[in-house]
């Protein structure tokens, strides 16, 4: 019998997650990849075992015991569309190495100033997201402690003129324990630490 019992911190900082003028929500940052992994939400953080968990939690990765590579691929109305890739692989039976890449546009049509002008067509946004992670994990006599840290390079472009470029930093723990002939699984992390998005140039008044 396993018993898991999961525990996830999730921290977004605020300048990530508020739209003020001339910052963004920067939604690509805070979306969920892997069926799987959105149907268990955050608590996918500790209980998750595979690639996609490398956006829950950098520490998920020291749990892989194969390399692995998971891809997801949505395309909607409006001509929105969704992409990820993500690879990584063992480096040792305690260490493993990850690298993920997404993409998002929110689709395009024409745009007219306030005169009524055709301004032609443009991309109402498209935004890109590439991660590298690493983790490493320790026995603990019964026990077992993993840690993962994770950077990401973040680029934003709205209407073609608008545009942003940032970087942030993903870090995340484990604890596995044996428990009543079963095993305790604790996971924690924060998300998205960084200097937040905003954009210069066209009606962002940067530039």
């Known amino acids: 019998?396993?018993?898991?019992?999961?525990?996830?911190?999730?921290?977004?900082?605020?300048?990530?997650?508020?739209?003020?003028?001339?910052?963004?929500?920067?939604?690509?940052?805070?979306?969920?990849?892997?069926?799987?992994?959105?149907?268990?939400?955050?608590?996918?953080?500790?209980?998750?075992?595979?690639?996609?968990?490398?956006?829950?939690?950098?520490?998920?990765?020291s749990r892989l015991r194969d390399s692995q590579v998971g891809t997801q691929y949505i395309s909607s109305l409006g001509g929105s569309r969704l992409g990820y890739v993500a690879m990584a692989s063992p480096l040792s039976p305690s260490q493993s190495l990850g690298l993920s890449l997404a993409y998002m546009s929110a689709g395009a049509d024409s745009v007219y100033d306030a005169n009524g002008a055709d301004l032609g067509r443009r991309d109402f946004g498209q935004d890109m997201l590439g991660e590298l992670a690493y983790a490493h994990s320790w026995p603990m006599g019964r026990s077992r402690l993993h840690l993962g840290l994770g950077g990401k390079l973040y680029r934003s472009v709205i209407l073609n003129e608008m545009q942003a470029t940032t970087y942030a930093a993903d870090a995340g723990a484990l604890f596995e324990t044996r428990l009543r002939g079963g095993v305790a699984t604790f996971g924690g992390g924060v998300a998205n630490l960084g200097p937040g998005v905003r954009y210069s140039g066209g009606a962002s008044g940067g530039a």
């Open 1 to 61: 019998m396993r018993i898991v019992l999961a525990l996830l911190a999730a921290l977004f900082f605020p300048r990530f997650t508020q739209a003020s003028p001339g910052a963004t929500g920067a939604i690509l940052l805070r979306q969920p990849f892997g069926a799987r992994a959105f149907t268990l939400g955050q608590a996918y953080g500790a209980l998750g075992d595979d690639v996609f968990g490398m956006s829950y939690n950098p520490a998920i990765l």
